[in-house]
């Protein structure tokens, strides 16, 4: 007999996808993107970029390797619900310390299986990343015209801040260092660090750690801190973080922040929304992508040096490379749409990328940028 469905996926446009649920019963309206990420689906769940959105995972198996606190890089899960193919099934990993579906059902997230990825995942394509409503009723019960209705009548993501919902409030020191085998996390290797203001528009805590191993004495500041906050402690080197919503209203607070700093000729290292922030400072303009860029397997070519790099990406927004303004240079660019993914300032210790050199989950081919930020800042002191 066919199982009844117990959780669904409403599309603006009126298709539905019916599945099983799990996680947390309950109902919510994001936009819909996908993840091509083998790896890494509690990382992904917890990276406070995903504000806002729903995640498809194109890989099947979510869930067989459980879940550990080691890995959030968030207190708690930011991605609104998740999509996969097949029901998590229980853990097979000797550091699972619990299972993806009673992680989400604490944490108040909403999981629907059972679903036709591909179809879904080309729906996304073609279409652009849609709003949607998820739902999950154990009784099987969805009142499907008013998920369509509330789908079609959600704002999305054009023009919303989301990076003072998953900021700090307060600032705080950081001193944990990269993951290593028998270990765990470690500390700064140098005697004397660096002292480095991190923006926290929604960091991940495996950009911190980076910024710690490379050298980095890290205090956090809230999205909103001023420049004579950030000035206040003093920084060699300030760091802009990831983070979630369209640039251009975060810009509204942050872009003339960063101007001060700029003018202070620091070294600056911006990542993802950081990026985004930085390109808006130097006068260049974000545009809202078809479907976005979400995987661990995104190739980057240095355009300076034509190194490719496989990368790390999660971002719906792009830095619209026709807008740069003399002095800024592209530095990277996508290799699968020729979008921009670096610029760097001529003359000045400035420079920001568009994907995740830390990973988590993803390759590690990009961390050399974190010791470009340190070196920038050990030659300001020689």
Known sequence: MATKPTACLALADGTIFYGQGFGAPGEVVAELVFNTAMTGYQEIMTDPSYAGQIVTFTFPHIGNTGITPEDDEAPDPVASGIVVHWNPTEPSNWRAMGNLAEWMERRGRIGIGGIDTRRLTRAIRQ????HVVLSYNPDGVFDIEAMIARARDWSGLVGLDLAKDVSCTQSYHWSEGAWSWGQGFGTSPEAKPFKVVALDYGAKRNILRSLVSNGADV?????????????????????????????????????????????????????????????????????????????????????????????????????????????????????????????????????????HPEAAPGPQDSLYLFQRFTDSMRARRD
């Open 219 to 355: 205090t956090v500041l809230p999205a909103t801190a001023t420049a004579e906050e950030v000035l206040a402690h003093e920084p060699e080197g300030v760091f802009l973080s990831n983070g979630p919503g369209d640039p251009a209203a975060t810009g509204e607070y942050a872009v003339p922040m960063i101007q001060e700093l700029l003018a202070r000729d620091m070294p600056i290292f911006g990542i993802c929304l950081g990026h985004q922030m930085l390109a808006l400072a130097l006068g260049a303009k974000t545009i809202k992508m078809n479907h976005g860029h979400h995987g661990a397997n995104h190739p980057v070519k240095d355009t300076e040096t034509g190194k490719v790099e496989i990368t790390s990406m999660n971002h719906g927004f792009a830095v619209d490379s026709q807008t740069l303004p003399a002095g800024v240079v592209e530095t990277h660019i996508s290799l699968f749409d020729g979008s921009n993914c670096g610029i760097r300032v001529q003359d000045k210790p400035v420079f920001s990328v568009q994907y």
């Open 127 to 130: 279409q652009g990343a849609p």
